[in-house]
């Protein structure tokens, strides 16, 4: 059963993106459901909150790092229009998976493709949600001089984070729709070729 879910993973070709984007995926899962337990004003006391909330700060700045691993490496593999051709003004890929999606069929992943430009999307997302909840942490603990800030960058971190969870569970279950089609085609060609 492992075996046949590791199979189905995508990225095989690819150990190091795809070691990274579980990392992330298991971390980011991990942030959603330990964010129903911090409290911003634990960060100074002991206990249940203080740990969790510790533990949320710290495993985000991992998620920076992370994130920016995870970006530098993207971009050194295909280049910065793989992912990002919008901000080029370049939407003809993006055209061409639309009518290709109206008939009822999935475009592959290219530069400027829908999935390409999705994937870019989550990365920033990712990106904007661990800094400002970085930027939320260094105004509450590291630098005083930015605590009058420290309210302003929790709003932010809050607010964005609505956007990374959209894209989590979102991509989370279009990657289970990629796995079972693709295992399903991998068994319709293996009996064919019986």
């Avoid at 189905?8 to 942030?31: K, M, T, V, W």
Wanted: charged letters at 15%; proline letters at 3%; aromatic letters at 14%.
């Amino acid at each position: 059963m492992l075996k046949t879910l590791l199979r189905s993973l995508p990225h095989d070709y690819a150990p190091f993106f795809r070691g990274l984007h579980i990392s992330i995926a298991l971390l980011i899962a991990l942030q959603i459901i330990n964010s129903d337990f911090i409290d911003a004003d634990a960060l100074s006391e002991s206990g249940w909150p203080a740990l969790m909330t510790w533990w949320h700060a710290l495993s985000g700045a991992l998620l920076l790092i992370l994130g920016l691993i995870l970006l530098a490496w993207m971009i050194g593999q295909r280049g910065i229009r793989w992912y990002f051709s919008w901000a080029f003004v370049d939407f003809r890929q993006i055209n061409a998976d639309i009518r290709q999606l109206m008939q009822f069929t999935l475009p592959e992943s290219s530069r400027g493709s829908i999935a390409a430009t999705v994937q870019g999307l989550g990365v920033a997302a990712l990106l904007l949600v661990a800094a400002s909840g970085s930027a939320w942490f260094a105004a509450e603990r590291l630098l005083p001089s930015l605590a009058l800030y420290s309210g302003l960058f929790l709003h932010w971190h809050k607010f964005l984070t609505t956007f990374i969870e959209t894209y989590f569970y979102a991509h989370g279950l279009m990657g289970v729709a990629h796995m079972f089609l693709r295992n399903k085609k991998q068994t319709a060609d293996l009996r064919s070729a019986e």
